[in-house]
């Protein structure tokens, strides 16, 4: 795609009163962007069944977001960047399942990921200690395993998810796997500004993808938008944790409309952050304890994956996520009595009939060793571990 070319179809995108659909048409009718605008009102009307007169007229904008564009695309970077269209042969056939793909998605790192098998895993901003161990864990063997963790850069969740299935490349430099994450902002404002970190490992070892243009602030109308992608490029979605009221709950909403498979993992009946999830289950949602759980729902053969050799060993860990510390030689009265929901040192010493001195002593201990979250409100958790 050269320049003139970027800039027709920048053009189109920015167009006012001309949405995705309407852009669909005009493209299938006259077959490129440059066509729909040498096309008379006349024919376009002939298309859409009514005039849109700004076609005729380049849109404000339109001449900085070329060269903001360009220069992102054609300079240097840590990582490859591209420009892809829905013209390209290298758009993601899955995102073409969408009701409403993007006419432009802007790419940054690894595009052989879009043809790998895909999990998208989301859930909570204000996640447990447990889940986001939980959800890197399961990010974690999936990527190991061959499969591209798919999620959207949030805090919570998304961002433990996508560390999981950074940690997979990291151990090894491994062929396949790693991690998606789909922007609700342009690549150039990152959102959260905590996760400019993050957002360029997974430049440089995954990908960051955007429909927005490159300048796009954070506006909260965009990230529900995003979630479609999400869905879309993967083959399930899995909830690791959320609130009844969450967007994580639109991605899993939005997996169903398109035919994918939705799986959850189930929490304590008193967490909030796990109601979301058993709401899910309800409704037909898969319930999952394992990674290996979410490999078999979703059909995903490890034996042909890009790392046939370490199936086995990713079978292995998924088996392993809920490692049971109270397994005979091993329990400790302090977990035992913990259980995993999240409890006062008060109740805790009612239950062990500790004193709080030496009760807090062995809390520490076992904090330091991460068998033990701190929660708010002086709250305690035990932490399962892959």
Not at 175 to 184: K, M, N, P, R
Not at 276 to 297: F, P, S, Y
Request: with cysteine; proline share 6%.
């Amino acid at each position: 795609m050269d320049r003139l070319e970027l800039s027709a179809w920048l053009r189109l995108l920015m167009t006012p009163g001309v949405g995705p659909l309407s852009a669909r048409k005009l493209l299938a009718a006259f077959g490129s962007p440059q066509a729909v605008f040498d096309a008379s009102p006349s024919a376009r009307r002939a298309v859409l069944s009514r005039d849109i007169a700004s076609l005729s007229t380049p849109p404000e904008g339109l001449a900085e977001q070329l060269d903001l564009s360009w220069d992102w695309w054609q300079g240097e970077a840590l990582a490859e960047r591209t420009i892809l269209t829905l013209a390209d042969p290298r758009y993601p056939a899955a995102l073409l399942e969408a009701a409403d793909p993007p006419l432009l998605l802007f790419a940054e790192g690894d595009l052989r990921l879009l043809q790998t098998p895909a999990v998208a895993i989301v859930g909570s901003r204000h996640a447990t200690t447990q889940g986001e161990e939980n959800a890197r864990a399961f990010a974690e063997v999936l990527s190991q395993a061959g499969v591209t963790v798919v999620s959207g850069l949030a805090r919570g969740i998304d961002a433990a998810a996508h560390e999981g299935g950074l940690a997979a490349v990291a151990e090894g430099g491994r062929d396949g796997g790693s991690t998606i994450a789909v922007l609700g902002t342009g690549l150039l404002q990152i959102y959260p500004k905590g996760h400019t970190a993050l957002a360029r490992r997974i430049g440089q070892h995954g990908l960051l993808l955007s429909e927005f243009l490159l300048d796009t602030p954070a506006l909260r109308a965009n990230f529900p938008k995003r979630n479609r992608i999400v869905a879309a490029l993967s083959r399930g979605t899995l909830v690791v944790e959320a609130a009844v009221q969450s967007g994580s709950l639109i991605t899993a909403r939005l997996a169903a409309e398109m035919g994918r498979e939705v799986l959850a993992i189930p929490g304590s009946i008193h967490a909030p952050q796990a109601r979301g999830c058993h709401a899910l289950i309800k409704q037909g949602a898969k319930l999952v304890e394992t990674a290996q759980d979410v490999m078999e729902e979703l059909r995903l053969d490890v034996a042909v994956v890009r790392h046939p050799a370490e199936a086995g060993d990713a079978a292995d860990a998924a088996d392993a996520v809920f490692a049971d510390a109270d397994a005979p030689g091993h329990a400790d009265p302090v977990l035992t009595a913990l259980g995993f929901d999240p409890v006062s040192q008060e109740a805790l010493s009612a239950r062990t009939g500790m004193g709080p001195a030496e009760l807090g002593v062995r809390l520490l201990e076992l904090e330091l060793l991460g068998e033990v979250a701190r929660l708010p409100g002086q709250l305690f958790q035990r932490v399962g571990r892959a």
